[in-house]
């Protein structure tokens, strides 16, 4: 449980954060204003939206813990997105602001037919909405278990203060929210940064925590091997990442409706290229923060797994005997690794390379013994529930965080993932009702008034909330649902990003020659995940190619209809 | 052509260079980080 005056800070920074978003929107009565804040956001306002609407609460606790597990190379996943925001700054974004939509897929009934946007749009909706019952479960269920609340406790919290924010104040609300979210979320974390570094054993810096970060592996940034089954190397980062980059911010409406809010072209590019600027840098100290995470607790005691539920429940069933032996082989195995650790630093001071070598053949072997003892206490959760979540990563950095930093700070880093998971869900909530509106309701009733239409956003908005929560019911395996949430995405994403690309770029092709080729390639996409090994980032470029290239070639037999 | 044509293609044209300039600008530093990366990956290996 957290502390008085840790609460007090967490109840102070929600209220403020929905107060600031309502009163800085309170004005929001037109339809545009909902969908898209009016056209009238700065590009800083863009900027911050659009990377709040990236930086979910899940990706806020986990990166932490995958620099901490897996080291630096996550950050590779972000190679493609500068070049994306190139490429999309250069292409979509002026032609979407040309012709002043509220949707990506309205461009797409102009530009081809309306069954080409309904299948963009229904694709959309599919994907979108099942992941916004994870967007919001996920970090409910990680707060819960953190700090003892009951699931729907905290789910409901979540909700409540998404839907306060979005029903009052619309996408407007959700842009100046994001703003200051954003901000929360930066500044906890260079503070969190600091914090972990000062915490570091006396008189060890960042150059001796890069050592031993180093020597364990955690610093391997750049893999330039080619291989299509690995998830992170610099070419799945680059091609992949691009490709998934560029259908996300420039197909997927909750991103497309953050930068549409820009008053102009020229507002949306500058908010999307500095993002593009700052986002592998921002990456790799998220990731590093991680990093000295785990140098942190190479020197010090850390429980043998981070989940607490599932440790507890270990602890107190059938394998208990089991899982307190491995328990203790690990604490035991940690105290003669932080021993053989502090003599390696103090050899390498005094230039003593034979005690080094020594102290590190020893700290080596205490590695290996530790990871014995871990695999042994996962194989113990498993006995005791074959469906436990065996994937402890989320949970690292909170555990860091609530057992190490002062009085407040807690509080703080606590109301910023709170603030991320409010970022990513109100941006999907919001995309998702624009998309029920502009997309299906206002095609089905084509007469109706802008009043109408902007009661129905309001209620298409609770819908796709009552839709996400009572999805996250079913959501009972957090690890594989967020991968299956990267996968879900990835799954449609190149497909849709090639019906926009063979819009910009093959001139002839007509609606019924990119129909077919969107299902032509949406089918290899899926023989892709079924059949192959090919790492999910590789599907967004496969589709995306494949598309563009059936339908370049049907282009000469179903053209392209010009209006007389 | 008008004089305010040529001038508004002028202008255009000034226009798409200080896109032109940003854009590499963002590539530039993209491939500045990878760079320090790579020298990281290779001194703590």
Request: overall charge positive.
């Amino acid at each position: 449980m957290i502390r008085p005056a840790d609460a007090a800070v967490l109840i102070v920074a929600l209220v403020a954060l929905v107060v600031w978003g309502f009163f800085r929107a309170r004005a929001t009565r037109d339809l545009s204003g909902f969908l898209v804040a009016g056209h009238a956001m700065p590009w800083p306002v863009v900027a911050f939206s659009v990377m709040a609407t990236q930086a979910s609460a899940v990706t806020f606790m986990a990166t932490p813990g995958q620099g901490y597990v897996g080291g630096l190379s996550f950050v590779q996943f972000y190679f493609g997105l500068p070049i994306a925001m190139v490429v999309l700054c250069a292409t979509l974004v002026p032609v979407f602001q040309r012709l002043r939509v509220n949707t990506a897929y309205e461009f797409l009934e102009q530009r081809f037919d309306g069954k080409t946007r309904t299948l963009a749009a229904g694709l959309f909706l599919v994907q979108r909405g099942l992941a916004a019952g994870i967007t919001l479960y996920a970090p409910a269920l990680v707060l819960s278990v953190i700090l003892g609340w009951g699931i729907g406790m905290t789910c409901a919290l979540l909700g409540a203060l998404v839907v306060g924010t979005i029903v009052l104040g619309g996408s407007k609300a959700v842009a100046h929210a994001h703003a200051l979210q954003f901000s929360i979320i930066l500044g906890t974390l260079a503070l969190t940064f600091v914090l972990v570094l000062r915490g570091l054993p006396q008189g060890m810096g960042l150059p001796d925590a890069l050592v031993v970060a180093g020597a364990a592996g955690r610093l391997a940034a750049v893999d330039a091997t080619f291989d299509p089954a690995s998830r992170y190397n610099l070419w799945a980062g680059l091609l992949g990442g691009f490709f998934l980059q560029l259908s996300y911010f420039g197909t997927d409406q909750s991103q497309v409706g953050r930068f549409l809010a820009g008053r102009s072209a020229r507002e949306s590019k500058l908010g999307l290229l500095f993002n593009g600027l700052v986002k592998v840098p921002m990456q790799f100290f998220i990731l590093l923060l991680g990093v000295l995470v785990f140098v942190a607790y190479r020197f010090e005691p850390a429980p043998v797994f981070f989940n607490p539920a599932e440790a507890a429940r270990a602890a107190s069933g059938p394998f208990a005997d089991d899982w307190r032996a491995s328990e203790h082989a690990w604490d035991a195995a940690r105290a003669d690794l932080a021993r053989a650790l502090r003599e390696e630093t103090a050899a390498r001071r005094a230039g003593d390379a034979a005690t080094e070598r020594d102290a590190h053949a020893r700290a080596l072997a205490a590695d290996v013994a530790a990871s014995a003892a871990r695999t042994r206490a996962v194989a113990a959760i498993q006995s005791t529930d074959p469906n436990a979540n065996t994937n402890d990563t989320n949970y690292i950095f909170l555990r860091y965080v609530l057992s190490h930093l002062p009085l407040g700070v807690v509080g703080l880093v606590l109301a910023a993932i709170f603030a991320a998971a409010m970022n990513s869900s109100m941006s999907e909530l919001n995309a998702l009702a624009s998309t029920t509106v502009v997309d299906v309701v206002e095609r089905l009733r084509p007469g109706a008034d802008e009043r109408t239409l902007l009661a129905w956003s309001r209620l298409a908005t609770l819908f796709w909330v009552v839709f996400a929560v009572v999805f996250a019911q079913f959501a009972a395996r957090l690890g594989s649902l967020v991968e299956a949430v990267n996968i879900m995405g990835s799954l449609f994403y190149g497909t849709i990003l090639g019906i926009f690309l063979t819009a910009l770029f093959v001139k002839r092709a007509g609606g019924h020659a990119v129909f077919i080729a969107a299902l032509l390639g949406e089918a290899a996409v899926i023989a892709c995940w079924k059949l192959t090994s090919f790492s999910f980032l590789w599907w967004n470029l496969i589709g995306c190619v494949l598309t563009v290239a059936v339908a370049a070639a049907l282009a000469p037999w179903l053209p392209r209809r010009i209006p007389t | 052509m008008s004089h305010e044509k040529r001038a508004t293609e002028r202008a255009q044209a000034a226009q798409d260079g200080s896109w032109a300039r940003l854009y590499a600008l963002v590539l530039v530093a993209l491939a500045l980080d990878i760079a320090l990366l790579w020298w990281l990956t290779e001194r703590y290996k």
